[in-house]
């Protein structure tokens, strides 16, 4: 019974090994690489978020100096925290849902794809991969959007710079930021 029993625990937890800790390695190992859609100009998702961070913060102080009277609630970065948290919090674990939904046909009822559409062809060897290019195109859609958004200095154009335009802006920053203490 104790054999039993313990193959049983050793079971439940194997599973819950390869369900929780081997998707979240593989999208964190993903986001270091470059990302898979073209308009990111071969930036990995960390470099994008730098990027994301530092043109959403100097837009917020640009703000500030334009209008020092406007009541920025949230803080200089809120911008990029509500986007990252929105990302993170609903288009991740949605964008597994539409892949999902390619294996189970019986959850696509419960998805709107008039603008982002769940895969074809998806097994559980193609699952991940699948599902972080489904989130890249989420991510995407956040960028081609931003620009419209109802908050002025959260109004981010979809200018996605390249990883050498990138280093290059935040070289200048800390320059900046070094010469400006």
Avoid at 115 to 139: C, H, M, R
Wanted: hydrophobic content about 45%.
């Amino acid at each position: 019974m104790k054999f039993i029993l313990g193959f049983l625990v050793k079971l439940v937890l194997l599973i819950l090994l390869v369900t929780l800790v081997v998707p979240i390695g593989y999208l964190a190992w993903r986001a270091d690489q470059p990302m898979a859609l073209p308009q990111f100009k071969g930036l990995t998702y960390y470099q994008y978020l730098n990027w994301r961070k530092d043109a959403y913060h100097q837009m917020a102080v640009n703000y500030k100096a334009s209008h020092p009277n406007a009541k920025m609630g949230g803080g200089l970065d809120m911008c990029f925290q509500d986007e990252t948290a929105v990302d993170l919090a609903y288009s991740l674990p949605v964008s597994g849902i539409y892949v999902l939904s390619s294996v189970f046909p019986n959850l696509q009822k419960f998805i709107d794809q008039s603008q982002i559409k769940a895969p074809s062809g998806v097994t559980w060897l193609n699952f991940l991969p699948d599902w972080w290019l489904v989130y890249e195109k989420f991510v995407l859609d956040d960028v081609e959007t931003t620009h419209d958004d109802a908050v002025a200095f959260c109004r981010l154009q979809p200018n996605v710079p390249t990883p050498t335009q990138l280093q290059a802006m935040l070289a200048k920053e800390q320059a900046s930021q070094q010469a400006n203490p």
